[in-house]
């Protein structure tokens, strides 16, 4: 064959060729259980295993894979161990983990263990497992004479710890374990020995006591306490001579000798020291030789030790330690190198090759010093299983033509001194059709728009050539959207609704194909349409966060809205203190605090797809208190404030507030005292003399006023004179000779010291004087024996036990006030119309004022009615006009009467005198409203009125004006009729020629020669019929009716004179009794169900016109007696008492007598 004729070195090329092909295959590709293979360890315990005492027990895991499925065994100290055998063990099944419980006896499980688990196509071998079993370290008992030193001689005492599990930590400490104090003279070394560079009388004690701790066995042993003797010079010799013996160049305690070595393993730390003896004690230099100290070094206990963590090649070289003092210096070499575990450099890899191709199995480690590689097979020496095609070339095998039968696990081991590498390679050789392992029929779905992976995981050797077709098509999808992966997935880029569909996966290879369906759909992209813009919230209200989105319909089960706030799920647990809510894809979040401060997404997500959306979510609110509050640069009058300002919560610091409070007058009552910019930290305030301040700060914002700071320490500037003078002086006269100054006091911080006092100082203006002074206490002064209203000139200052205050300035003000004297000449009336005149006068001299004029004042009285004869005492009026004027406009006044009035000035004090009464007339007007209009009787076409005359007429009536007007059902009104009655007597009248069952409205107005006054109003509807009481003429128009009444009005007129006579001469009753036997006619008729009431509003609606004319003519509703609707005239005596009442009661009694005596008449 061609093959056999090839050069060795083109079989090599070959080779070479087929391995990385090999080689590229097994990396791509995980074998499946479904297929037979060799076995592979998938866990085993760590190298090392420490049986500490607290630990319940100590597993030795070893857990593997393969098919056929593994079996396992181990190997103690490199002999067979079974731990099946050893009841105690407890063995798993189906796995090679045992179980060491700690119950007993520990020390004869330790050894070195290994692991083999092996199916028929080889043997996988664990690494080596060391399980230790540590003893409890221990102090020998020993009896330890006492240290005997010089005083100035060195000394070492001695630790000598045991040996235990690392890391060790030695503690020097006495008895009572208190630390022995170390220093550049005492210090402990490496190996825990106590060094001394000279010994002290003070190093004389009984109980240096070595402590060895074991923090990972949770042990602490104690070395029998030492004793230390130190021998003082003989005190006869001179200070001289002691100081001669004592000084002496260093020398170096440890290490010993001029040089050393030192191996490390590269990352590990680097310990040196160097500890001297001699006095005065020495000091220790550090140095790398040409170099400088790396970077990371550190030196400790004082200089005298070395430390450089995670030593790397870099490190290594020469260093020096030097220890001097004056008389001299003593000096160590050393020598570093660094050594290197072994690492990989190629560590075996598992393969899968074909039948009859070439396998390389490399495999290279580096390492100081270099590493020695060793090789098995299943777990037995390379040279112990040898094989024909098989060769070792330097760090790799060559496996030539390899067969199934050369499948097998290789193991490589790399070791040096500092620790060993191990490796198992799965070789598997061997040819098989392919194998999908993706389930058939797998539904998926993309998004249009996006990317869509399928997935055909497949199997096989050699490597198959997978392909994929859409919907039974036998051509493969190609395109630019398209693409196969290695591992036999297909993923389409920016997914259309055309890909939906069935697709085929094919894989082919030498020894056969497979294939597999799935189903892919393509559905709607998921997209947040509306989101929540970057919010601002005020501090404990509720946030509302709002999230709407679209997306396929398909997902109506499967969408959700979620919430993340700073990249974190919020939990939704919707209890009593849950302050998270969602509803409706809105976030409610509630009592908001500084906490929910962040970013928030809302996640719109279906199963296939997602959209996000973020917003900002400030929260606002007062901001913090101020921090570090301190008081520097302390002045007499000022002290300088620098704080460091609090988070201002998302809304800018306008303006800080400093306020202080003082020990003295207030004691707890924090003042605002001065405002300064948010953009400053400092402030400079005005303070004042002799009170002990402390000063807070508060920061404002725009949501409002922050809690002040912590409170500074007390300050009390030194008393100094006052700084200002009394405010708002007022200069009051309430007496005619005397003047009263009162003025605003200074504060009491304000004092500035003690012995607060006012001087007070005045002098008239209008004349030549010097000024008066006075020294008080108090807020006010009394001026006495001053002429009547004259002006002075004052001025207030303060002074303290340290000075004055500064320069008042002067005020003016008037002595007291007297009643003017004199009162308005030349009174006159100037009459406008019938309820206003003017009035004039003459001013009153200014001398005659006796003080500030305040104006002037006009009193008024109504004498009487001149449609009356008879004089009123009416009330009196009064009208101020202040300031200077020689006129004023009363109103109010009553038409057609005659008045009183005199005029007077007035000032502080008072009313001065009044002018001679004068007396005037008011023209008459028009009258007032009529009291009484009422409809008496209404038929078909007529209807009867009566009323009352006015009130107040106001004038001489002249007659009434009466009008009517039709209403129809929609109250809208017809022409307006009127009938003028000249006749001011008449209080009846009769309309006629009426529309028989129509409503009409009925307005009355009283005249008089001014004109007519205000309407009162009135309604009534007409019957369809005349009354029997009104056919041929009435019954009221016969004869015999007429007596009756008449004899009925006798009768009632006696039984009333008899009930008068009787109750003067003494009999009583309540009033109550008075109103039953008497009740008021005008009340009841108002009461009664009436067929037309009165009303004296023009617009009031009519009620009740719908109602039967028989029942106009019950008892007490046919007639009112004129007088009842009258105002009754209230008249006074001349001394003002109120007469009248009762001879008003009798009217009305005498009117309602002889209403029922009509009424009862027709009945």
């Known amino acids: 064959m061609r093959s056999q004729q090839r050069s060795p070195g083109s079989l090599a090329a070959l080779a070479l060729i087929t391995c990385v092909c090999a080689f590229y295959v097994t990396t791509a590709v995980d074998i499946p259980l479904e297929v037979e293979q060799l076995p592979t360890i998938t866990a085993q315990s760590p190298s090392s295993l420490i049986a500490f005492p607290f630990d319940e027990s100590f597993p030795m895991t070893c857990e593997a894979k393969g098919n056929p499925e593994p079996e396992f065994r181990w190997t103690k100290n490199g002999q067979e161990f079974d731990p099946s055998l050893d009841p105690r063990l407890m063995k798993e099944e189906n796995s090679g983990t045992f179980v060491i419980p700690n119950n007993g006896n520990l020390t004869e499980y330790q050894g070195t263990y290994r692991c083999y688990t092996s199916n028929k196509l080889g043997t996988a071998i664990s690494k080596e497992i060391e399980f230790i079993v540590p003893h409890v370290p221990k ?8 240290v005997v030193v010089e005083e100035g001689q060195a000394f070492v005492l001695k630790c000598d710890p045991p040996k235990g599990i690392p890391p060790l930590q030695i503690y020097w400490m006495t008895i009572n374990l208190q630390h022995i104090e170390q220093d550049d003279r005492v210090s402990m070394g490496l190996n825990g020995d106590l060094y001394f560079s000279h010994a002290e009388e003070k190093d004389s004690r009984r109980d240096y006591c070595c402590f060895a701790a074991f923090p990972r066995i949770r042990t602490i042993v104690q070395k029998t306490a030492m004793s230390v003797v130190v021998k003082t010079k003989n005190s006869g010799m001179s200070p001289e001579t002691a100081n001669a013996i004592l000084e002496r160049r260093p020398s170096l305690l440890t290490p010993s000798g001029v040089k050393s070595e030192t191996r490390i393993v590269k990352g590990e730390d680097l310990k040196w020291e160097c500890i001297a003896e001699g006095f005065p004690t020495p000091q220790v230099e550090w140095v790398k030789m040409g170099h400088q100290l790396p970077v990371k070094a550190k030196l400790e206990n004082h200089r005298k030790l070395l430390i450089v963590p995670r030593v790397d090649q870099e490190d290594g070289g020469k260093y020096m330690c030097k220890a001097k003092n004056t008389l001299g210096e003593a000096i160590h070499y050393f020598t570093l190198t660094v050594e290197e575990p072994p690492e990989w450099v190629a560590e075996p890899e598992s393969q899968l090759s074909m039948i009859d191709s070439d396998v390389l199995i490399k495999c290279s480690a580096s390492g100081t010093p270099r590493p020695t590689i060793t090789w098995s097979v299943n777990g037995e020496p390379l040279r112990g299983a040898p094989a024909a095609n098989r060769k070792v070339l330097d760090d790799t095998i060559v496996l030539h033509n390899a067969k199934a039968s050369d499948s097998a696990v290789y193991q490589c081991e790399a070791s040096n001194k500092h620790g060993t590498l191990l490796s198992n390679a799965n070789i598997m050789i061997m040819n098989l059709a392919p194998m999908i392992l993706t389930k058939e029929g797998e539904d998926y779905s993309a998004v249009e728009g996006k990317g869509a992976m399928m997935h055909c995981s497949v199997f096989s050797s050699p490597p198959p050539t997978i392909t994929w077709s859409k919907d039974d098509s036998p051509e493969s999808v190609e395109g630019p959207r398209f693409a196969v992966h290695d591992n036999g997935s297909l993923e389409i880029y920016s997914a259309e609704k055309d890909d939906a569909g069935q697709y085929t996966c094919l894989a082919k290879n030498t020894e056969g194909s497979s294939a597999v369906d799935a189903v892919l759909y393509v559905k709607d992209p998921t997209r947040i349409v509306a989101a929540q813009e970057d919010q601002q919230i005020l501090m404990g209200t509720t946030a509302q966060l709002s999230c709407l989105a679209e997306y396929d319909k398909s997902f109506s089960n499967d969408f959700e809205i979620l919430w993340e706030k700073d990249d974190m799920a919020i939990g939704l647990n919707h209890t009593e203190n849950s302050r998270y809510f969602v509803e409706d894809g809105i976030l409610q979040i509630l009592n908001v605090s500084h906490r929910d401060q962040g970013v928030y997404t809302c996640v719109a997500r279906t199963p296939v797809d997602r959209d996000t959306a973020s917003m900002l979510l400030m929260v606002l609110d007062v901001p913090d208190a101020p921090e570090y509050l301190v008081l520097s640069e302390h002045k007499s009058k000022s002290v300088k ?3 460091i300002p609090g988070d201002d919560h998302n809304s800018s610091t306008t303006e800080f507030i400093i306020e202080y409070e003082e020990s003295q007058w207030e004691p707890g009552n ?36 922050g809690s002040p700071s912590e409170p500074t320490e007390r300050y009390k500037p030194l008393p100094s004179a006052p700084d200002k003078n009394p405010e708002n002086i007022k200069i009051e006269g309430h007496l005619p000779h005397e003047m009263d100054i009162n003025w605003e006091p200074l504060l009491p911080i304000e004092h500035n010291g003690p012995g607060l006092e006012y001087k007070v100082s ?36 303060t002074k303290n036990h340290q000075g004055w205050g500064p320069e008042p300035r002067i005020v003016t003000g008037y002595s007291g006030e007297d009643f003017p004297s004199a009162a308005p000449k030349d009174v ?37 009615s001149l449609a009356d004869s008879k004089k009123s005492h009416a009330d009196k009026h009064t009208l101020v006009f202040p300031g200077d004027r020689s006129h004023g406009t009363v109103p109010g006044l009553t038409p057609f009467s005659e008045y009183s009035l005199i005029v007077m000035t007035f000032n502080g004090r008072g009313n001065g005198p009044g002018s001679h009464p004068l007396n005037f007339k008011t023209p008459q007007g028009v009258p007032g409203r009529n009291p009484v209009f009422r409809v008496t009787d209404v038929q ?16 001489i009536l002249t007659g009434y004006l009466l009008e009517y007007q ?17 006749k001011p007597g008449t209080t009846k009248w009769t309309l006629r020629d009426l529309e028989p069952v129509s409503k009409y409205k009925l307005y009355l107005r009283s005249c008089t020669t001014v004109g007519c006054g205000p309407a009162v109003s009135e309604e009534c509807t ?61 009340s009841q008729g108002m009461n009664d169900d009436t067929f037309c009431e009165y009303s004296d509003n023009d617009e009031k609606p009519l009620k009740g016109s719908q109602h039967s004319l028989s029942r106009e003519i019950k008892a007490g509703d046919s007639g009112d007696s004129l007088v009842d609707y009258g105002d009754e005239d209230v008249q006074f005596n001349e001394d003002g008492s109120f007469i009248g009442e009762y001879a008003g009661r009798k009217e009305r009694k005498r009117a309602s007598a002889e209403i029922k005596a009509t009424v009862q008449t027709p009945a």
């Not at 119309?833 to 008024?860: A, E, F, I, P, Q």
């Not at 078909?940 to 004038?955: D, Q």
């Not at 039709?966 to 000249?982: A, H, K, M, R």
């Not at 128009?1037 to 009632?1052: K, S």
């Open 139 to 146: 102090f020998p008992k020993e009896t330890l004479d006492p």
């Open 641 to 643: 404030l620098n704080w």
């Open 670 to 705: 924090w003042k605002e005292l001065l405002r300064v910019p948010g953009n400053h930290n400092q402030a400079v305030p005005k303070l004042h003399g002799h009170v002990d301040y402390r000063f807070r700060v508060s920061a404002v914002n725009a949501v409002g006023r």
């Open 762 to 797: 005045y002098r008239r203006q209008d004349v030549e004087e010097d000024w008066k002074e006075h020294m008080v206490k108090r807020h006010s002064f009394v001026v006495t024996d001053t002429p009547t209203y004259v002006p002075y000139e004052i001025k207030i200052q």
């Open 828 to 864: 006159a009336v100037e009459v406008m119309n019938s309820s206003v005149v003017k009035v004039s006068w003459t001013r009153v001299h200014k001398d005659s004022l006796h003080g500030h004029l305040g104006g002037y004042r006009v009193n008024w009285w109504r004498l009487r």
């Open 940 to 955: 078909r076409h007529t209807a009867s009125l009566l009323w009352a005359p006015p009130s107040e007429p106001n004038g």
């Open 966 to 982: 039709l209403i129809n059902d929609t109250e809208e009104v017809g022409p307006l009729q009127t009938v003028d009655i000249s």
């Open 1022 to 1082: 007409t019957t369809l019929q005349t009354s029997l009481a009104s056919v041929h003429g009435g019954v009221s128009t016969q004869g015999w009716f007429i007596g009756l009444m008449c004899a009925i009005a006798l009768l009632t007129l006696i039984v009333l004179i008899a009930c008068f006579v009787n109750r003067n001469k003494g009999g009583k009753y309540s009033v109550k009794e008075k109103e039953d036997l008497h009740p008021d006619v005008e």
